[in-house]
């Protein structure tokens, strides 16, 4: 069973503003990863942060994680159009399973 | 970086017919394969996990019969939907672990509808 949960499900901006989404665990883990999906298509993976990291950045992506909430946010700063996508968090469960959340559907108005 | 293959990307089947779909890592060796199924707007499930030269390993509620896995060389895992239904009808996604560091890669999926 998915054991993740995002919110917003869905998120529409303007470009250049920032984007922010939430997802929540239930079960101690060792990392959470982020994904994104364009429509129709696979997932490419955008950030792991390890369980005693509290931050992390990567270009115009901020990762933070908040072990005793079990929660964790991801920040796209100044949106692009190409940035319109679902986003989902995903933790392991054991030997690389991934337990993927439900996501958040990222619209950029241009 | 490493690139796994699908094929076919989508495909439209009669009900009652088998089809099956291909993982392939490109350029790296996987021991370790994991197939994933993805309705539409919703998150991906893990179906299977499939290991080279040895059974697949099925999850809860996931029919083996069903959803036929091969796993017959390092670099691809195969994935037969036996007696398609329509509510077979999804976007299958597989995954492929990169030896020896375990980093995993995606396919871009293969969408299945059935008639």
């Known amino acids: 069973s998915q054991q993740g949960e995002e919110d917003p499900q869905a998120l529409s901006i303007q470009e250049g503003e920032n984007a922010t989404m939430n997802c929540s665990y239930k079960?101690?883990?060792?990392?959470l990863q982020w994904y994104r999906q364009n429509s129709g298509r696979g997932l490419v993976h955008l950030i792991l942060i390890r369980s005693n990291e509290r931050e992390k950045h990567s270009g115009r992506l901020r990762v933070t994680l908040d072990t005793s909430k079990k929660s964790s946010s991801l920040l796209i700063t100044a949106s692009r159009a190409a940035d319109t996508a679902s986003y989902f968090c995903?933790?392991?469960?054991?030997?690389?399973?991934?337990?993927f959340g439900q996501g958040t559907r990222l619209t950029i108005n241009p | 970086g490493a690139v796994v293959s699908q094929h076919p990307s989508w495909v439209i089947c009669k009900s009652g017919t088998s089809v099956k779909i291909e993982c392939r890592s490109l350029?790296?060796?996987?021991?370790?394969m994991f197939w994933y199924r993805q309705f539409p707007k919703q998150s991906l499930m893990l179906m299977a996990t499939s290991n080279e030269g040895s059974k697949a390993t099925y999850e809860q509620g996931v029919e083996k019969d069903k959803f036929l896995i091969n796993h017959a060389s390092l670099t691809l895992s195969t994935l037969t939907v036996t007696s398609a239904h329509p509510e077979d009808s999804s976007f299958y996604i597989c995954?492929?672990?990169?030896?020896?560091?375990?980093?995993?890669?995606f396919g871009e999926g293969s969408r299945l509808t059935v008639l």
């Open positions: 995903a933790t392991e469960r054991g030997a690389q399973k991934l337990v």
């Open positions: 079960t101690s883990i060792n990392n």
């Open positions: 350029d790296f060796q996987a021991t370790t």
């Open positions: 995954s492929a672990s990169q030896e020896p560091t375990g980093e995993l890669f």
